[in-house]
């Protein structure tokens, strides 16, 4: 089913390590990497978890993602505006949204408040799955109300961009 939601270009299979990510990724090698980000807080992913989730991403482009190639080039607001065009219910549980949500986790990592507050948006709607999110949303989102308030605009905002 991976490899039928995964478009491996050509012109991203320069790197040695590319065709070893892809095929990973198509047998599902991968998967408990690319599921981080509805696994593990924020402050249990190391710098090994990081710079392998993002050699995966570098390898893989998932078919019907607008802005992928921005947010991969490090645009926060391009990852937020993917995650938030793909947040129906129906996604929720499937290898495309979390690429998506993989590629925001490294935005919220690397310091985005709307990528962090993406996240923790997209978490709550897991509620839908019958799991228990609540200590991740916690680990995400900011305890103070205005700093949730500025960054869910923001979000917004550049999801609309």
Known sequence: MTAAILAHPATTRTMPHVAIAASACEVGGSAPLLRLW???????????DRVELRALLCAVTPLRVEHWREALAGDPAAAVA?????SGLDVLDTPRHDLVMSLVLLHALAGSDAARTTLAFVLQRRRYLGEDIEPLIASWRRSDRAAIRRASIQALMEALS
């Not at 509805?38 to 710098?47: C, E, F, G, L």
């Open 82 to 86: 993917a995650a938030l065009k793909l």
């Open 38 to 48: 509805r696994s593990v807080p924020a402050d249990a992913i190391a710098d090994r």
